[in-house]
């Protein structure tokens, strides 16, 4: 707290603060807050678009260095922002269920293991996953939303492995009609995220991971409005066409499909870190 005091004095003395800009400043603060509901959280975005939310998720989960890696241990996966679109309603699915109902979006699969940083696999790992539509809403973003969709929750086997089917994410505009909007705005800035999909792995003994994966070639990967995208976490996704193969993933009818296989690597840490969010 001295130090946010000192900064923020200094901050209004460098800039000569006027009266009307600390009652703009006061205004903006004041309608972000009642911006905010159970299902949006306009002041993780907030932070989210000043790279503040980047800022504290790396000094808090810095990435596996070489050095680091000269045991022979795996890179553990790289955290990323939480964004403001996390529920804790997500369904229970069970291993190669779908996450999405019908038509929202084209088929991926997702599948791999959870291993820890020996590369041993971390048997019933809690997996929450969210995402966006072909539309590229989620779904706390639809006035009608009667149940959570393309979100679910569901648990590594004793092996350590997971799998699931989604829809293909898509880019997408973070929310432009409250004050955050307005400010990307008058800073001339976009709102577009590429696109991902969202996930946050816990187990026991070992360090909670908020994570996403983005699609390799999209358009926002370099300049991300909320500065999440970091190069460990762009992954590919396969085309897969042959039925059989969809058949095996409970793809319906055949159709084809993306596949994206990857393996998560947790840290050995505090099992019983608490989500620090206000939703």
């Known amino acids: 707290m001295d130090k946010l005091v000192e900064h923020l004095h200094a901050f209004a003395r460098e ?8 009652q703009s400043t006061i205004k903006f603060l004041t309608r972000t807050g009642q911006t905010c509901t159970p299902l949006r959280q306009e002041f993780i975005l907030l932070s989210d678009v000043l790279g503040l939310s980047a800022v504290v998720d790396n000094l808090n989960h ?5 050095k680091s890696m000269s045991d022979g241990k795996l890179r553990a996966t790289d955290h990323t922002v939480l964004g403001p679109f996390f529920t804790e309603d997500a369904a229970d699915v069970l291993l190669g269920e779908s996450i999405a109902s019908e038509g929202k979006g084209e088929y991926l699969f997702v599948e791999g293991r959870v291993l820890d940083t020996d590369g041993k696999p971390v048997p019933d790992a809690a997996i929450e996953t969210w995402e966006t539509d072909e539309n590229g809403f989620y779904d706390t973003q639809y006035a009608d939303r009667e149940h959570p969709d393309c979100r679910g929750r569901l648990r590594s086997d004793a092996e350590g492995r997971y799998s699931f089917r989604a829809v293909v994410p898509v880019p997408y505009p973070i929310p432009g009609d409250g004050p955050v909007g307005e400010l990307l705005l008058a800073l001339n800035r976009h709102n577009m995220r590429p696109a991902h999909i969202h996930f946050m792995v816990t187990a026991p003994k070992m360090e909670k991971l908020v994570t996403a994966f983005y699609p390799e070639g999209d358009t926002y990967l370099t300049n991300d409005a909320v500065f999440g995208v970091k190069r460990s976490l762009v992954v590919h996704f396969g085309d897969i066409s042959d039925p059989a193969e969809g058949q095996k993933r409970g793809i319906p009818d055949g159709k084809p499909f993306k596949l994206l296989q990857f393996d998560i690597v947790l840290k050995e840490g505090d099992a019983d870190e608490k989500l620090q969010s206000s939703l």
């Open 15 to 22: 800039t000569s603060l006027t009266t009307a800009e600390w």
């Open 62 to 66: 810095p990435s596996d260095d070489a």
